[in-house]
């Protein structure tokens, strides 16, 4: 009997308490990847198809290379893929309107097609383990892998009343994932949100800028020394990442960039 991992509710779906995505909890990864795969063999979560024994816990080749990934030229503020950018245009216009309180943002994919629907189901579906791969996939790309190196990276805090509705932080979920594996990082969970702001997804630019320009708080001193790295899933029109790194600024932080896992 073939039972699907990437459902919830199989193996694939255990999380530790301290709310990790990926593996079960207490059972080393060898064990993971060679017994239970054999006991439960797993299917890529983008194809469907069984995993092809390569290095993903969750993905085939084949899904991976499906993930669209943003290259140059893109905004050098937002990371907005950007076609045609002129000689010596550094900003997008969404930018030169948002005006960002962090110096750069870098997203490694589209949110558009498999990368889309992987977040959604991350996010959505009880599937905080699909951040470990997605978290591999992305550090694939050198210029994300540079932008967050020998950073402290901050997620974007979900407030507490919809964390518990939804079990975990998928912001702090990946900012996990991506701490483990970027080179020199680090987590803090520097940032509250105050407000329990309604939802994005309908709102146009001007009204998310509003809707979360107050929503957080630093819950300490940043260090000042450092670079920190407001981290979420996707990053939209930038207006919840630019409060993130208001906020951390207003606390004392001096450089504040922004990632997310897709630009969409
Ligand atoms: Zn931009």
Not at 34 to 44: E, F, H, I, N, T
Not at 58 to 87: K, Q
Not at 102 to 109: I, S
Request: one cysteine or more; proline letters at 6%; glycine letters at 10%.
């Amino acid at each position: 009997m073939r039972v699907r991992s990437a459902t919830s509710g199989t193996f694939g779906g255990f999380r530790d308490e301290s709310g990790r995505a990926g593996e079960p909890a207490g059972l080393p990864e060898a064990l993971d990847r060679g017994l239970l795969d054999l006991l439960l063999p797993r299917d890529c979560a983008v194809t469907g198809e069984p995993l092809d024994g390569g290095p993903w816990r969750h993905l085939s080749e084949v899904g991976a290379n499906r993930l669209t990934r943003i290259h140059d030229p893109r905004c050098l503020r937002c990371g907005h893929p950007y076609e045609g950018l002129l000689a010596g245009e550094t900003e997008c216009p969404h930018c030169r309107d948002l005006r960002p309180a962090f110096g750069r943002a870098v997203c490694a994919f589209r949110a558009v097609g498999a990368a889309r629907r992987l977040i959604h189901r991350m996010k959505y579906s009880d599937a905080p383990w699909l951040a470990e791969d997605l978290a591999d996939a992305a550090l694939e790309d050198e210029v994300f892998r540079r932008h967050l190196a020998g950073s402290v990276l901050v997620p974007v805090p979900l407030h507490g009343s919809r964390a518990a509705e939804r079990g975990y932080d998928q912001a702090l979920v990946v900012a996990r994932a991506l701490a483990r594996r970027a080179p020199g990082c680090s987590l803090a969970r520097l940032l509250r949100r105050t407000q329990d702001t309604p939802t994005q997804t309908r709102l146009g630019r001007a009204e998310r800028r509003r809707n979360v320009a107050a929503a957080f708080t630093a819950t300490g001193r940043p260090d000042a020394a450092v670079r920190h790295v407001v981290v979420d899933d996707v990053l939209t029109t930038g207006a919840t990442l630019s409060a993130c790194a208001r906020a951390l600024r207003r606390a004392g932080a001096r450089l504040v960039d922004a990632a997310a896992l897709a630009h969409g």
